[in-house]
């Protein structure tokens, strides 16, 4: 029996992943870009035990069944092919950010996971391989793996569709200051909002311009050039929701409060403020802003109607183990 506890961030996209070309192995159709959130985790131990008879899972002080739990085996299931494992594995997990309060678990429940996983197994597996394994939980799980800011290539095969550091935690003062709007459980999950992407007309258009985004918000964080950044993290955002709204079935993950804080942070930005959005698939508003700015914009925030909680994260390091055994 071995065993291993791991903590890992959730992480915030610049650049939108959003569709696959390979629902299977999650290959993305396009390359992203993402910063780690400080403050906000998953820690997970995993046991490889020879005396269980299938992979458990216990969620936040529950003991689960059902979809949660069989997603975790069909991730384990491909841990144990890669590491060569025979044993099923205990994994017992929390977050410490509420579930359900729009910020994305999955990426930091399957970096987690997946670095417990290979810790516990006693194998010293590189950064790279835990990137492109945590990738088969969940796509943007593979951002969580590296530290700071981090860019995930499409690649065209497990191997070379992995996420690395393009610069460290401390290179940019950002600050997401989320503005929780709703805190029910959204309709439609990524993982059954991906497939839909290429039943929207706008889908091609919008890929054909990633590489070009890409480039731009990489050049922009590197320069610390916040106007450049501003446009282009925004543009990807509408773009991506604009794919969305005109799938079939049409997703709409926008709730009026997203919208008025949209136009408010640009009100804001043309003031003086140095702040943007981003939203993921869900109607919270990641108002990204240099850190001098952040408590004008938590200020600003709590002003207006429909805010049910304000969260702020830092720029975070990337998943690594808490202990060994
Ligand atoms: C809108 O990684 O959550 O947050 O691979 O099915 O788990 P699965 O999807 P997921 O998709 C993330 C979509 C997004 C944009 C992003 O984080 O890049």
Known sequence: MTTATARAHPNIAF???????????????NP???????????????????ALPADTLRLNGKDEA??????????????????RLTQYARVVSHNNFPTGTGIASSAAAFAALTVAAAGASGQAVPERALSTLARLGSGSAARSVPAGFVRWFTGDSHETSYAESFAAPDHWALVDVIAIVSDQHKATGSQEGHPTAPTSDLQAARVAGAAARFELCQQAILARDFDTFA???????????AVMMTSRPPLFYWLPATLALMAAVRRWRAEGLRVCYTLDAGPNVHCICIREDADQVRERLWQHSGILEVRRATVGGGAALVNAG
């Open 15 to 29: 650049i939108k992943y959003w569709g696959n070309a390979s629902d299977a192995l999650r290959l993305p159709v």
């Open 231 to 241: 446009e282009v993290v925004e543009r990807d955002s509408n773009l991506m929701h």
């Open 32 to 50: 992203s870009i993402s910063m780690n959130l400080d403050g906000l985790y998953a820690e997970t131990t995993v046991t490889w035990d020879e």
């Open 66 to 83: 059902g979809p949660a739990l069989e997603r975790v085996q069909r991730h384990l299931h491909a841990v144990r092919q890669h590491l």
